[in-house]
């Protein structure tokens, strides 16, 4: 069932890229929103035949491959990768359906999105650290193009920097694996039976250090955050949708699966300055989106802040903050899709996303009131209002990390309050007040613009007012993932204590 997931995106983008003779753009969308839908109901079927109460990777898939290198080809899911699965697919969705239909080179750009999702697709269900890091290194190349060739003004730049920095991540992460492997003694890449904890503290640390700077690349923490703003600013509506809504998880998702459950010695020896890294990402990034007056800059902003929650809980390390950190991924990635969409309607109709320069949207008769509402429901969603994803999800971080670390949870709880303030002066300038007259006579807002950010803005609500429907999915492979790596720490504690 796995490998259907990933096969599906590599044939699909084969046949629009290749198909002979010529193929409109209208076409090209319309298959590849197809198979995007075929593979979204294909991890919807996934999860229902999923067995929450089983902890272990289920519906796995093992072919050996280069043996001499100790490569094979190892799939599985979890409640881990579960969740991030379903949502890579309905993000993947609705980023081909906001495509514009007239963009050029229709083909290449569907083509190079299935890509997209089948590398995302293969790095959440790798079992092997090696094909892990060929998935990871799989999405670079088309996430580059997609912002170079379809990107704004600046594209050349903000795809450059992007493809520097994420090549840096995968040279620390790939040596990080190297090491963990040749290190321990094993034969293989795969996760299971990787024998990292009976490493030396100091080797562990060296290793650790590889992982969070390439993933902390990735997701991105401060100070490795400077590539996102300029590659959400630059890149097109539906790529900023995969980016800050699947592509950043991708760094959260490695380090819970690689850091904290491979190297729990390591971890808990850094968890006080990995929370204090948090909260520096978290209030770092929050001040900065209460600097800009480009919307979309904001909102890239502030996704550097709400991805230091993640790092907040995963630090913590317990089965509540962990399971935070899960929702706070699912839960960041439907609000910043749907904050990234209604920006680019706004873009699309009003011609502009500077503060300075547009307001009074919210007017009923001129203006746009049904993105400016929807745009309401997701800063509220984002500042943490109950009745929604985000306040669930910050609440049940913020609840699991607050008896280990007090002081670093409630300086991180200070950015709920400026996530509120930025979002708020984008609410007062953009949408509030008299119409500009800069921006008048508004194109009409048709359904298709609305309805992705409708689908959104419901799954928000719903999610929000009934978590268990997301939780139970999780939290029986979080608890013995946290469980079974502070065993660990114990027993090789014990151990040295014996030893000494």
Known sequence: MLSVLIVLPLLAAALIG?????????????????????IF??????????????????????IPWIESLGLNYNLGVDGLSLPLLVLNGLLTCIAIYSSNESLQRPRFYYSLILLLNAGVIGAFLAQDLLLFFLFYELELIPLYLLIAIWGGARRGYAATKFLIYTAISGILILASFLGMVWLSGSDSFALLGLKTTTLPLGTQLILLAGILVGFGIKIPLVPFHTWLPDAHVEASTPISVLLAGVLLKLGTYGLLRFGMNLLPGAWTYLAPWLATWAVVSVLFGSCCAIAQTDMKKMVAYSSIGHMGYILLAASAATPLSTLGAVMQMISHGLISA?????VGVVYQKAGSRDLNVIKGLLNPERGLPLIGSLMVLGVMASAGVPGMVGFISEFIVFRGSFAVF????????????????????LMNRAFFGRLSSQVTNLPRVFWSDRMPAVILAVLIVILGIQPTWLVRWSEPTITAMVTSANNLVTAVSLNNSTSN
């Open 18 to 38: 290749f198909w002979p003779g010529n193929i409109s753009g209208k076409l090209s969308r319309q298959v590849a929103f197809l198979f995007a839908m075929i």
């Open 41 to 62: 109901l294909w991890t919807v079927l996934l999860a229902v035949k999923f067995t929450p109460a089983q902890a272990s990777q289920q519906f796995t898939e093992f």
């Open 338 to 342: 749907l904050l990234f969409l209604l």
């Open 406 to 425: 007090p002081v670093q949870t409630l300086l991180s709880m200070i950015g709920t309050g400026l996530t509120a303030v930025y979002f708020l002066i």
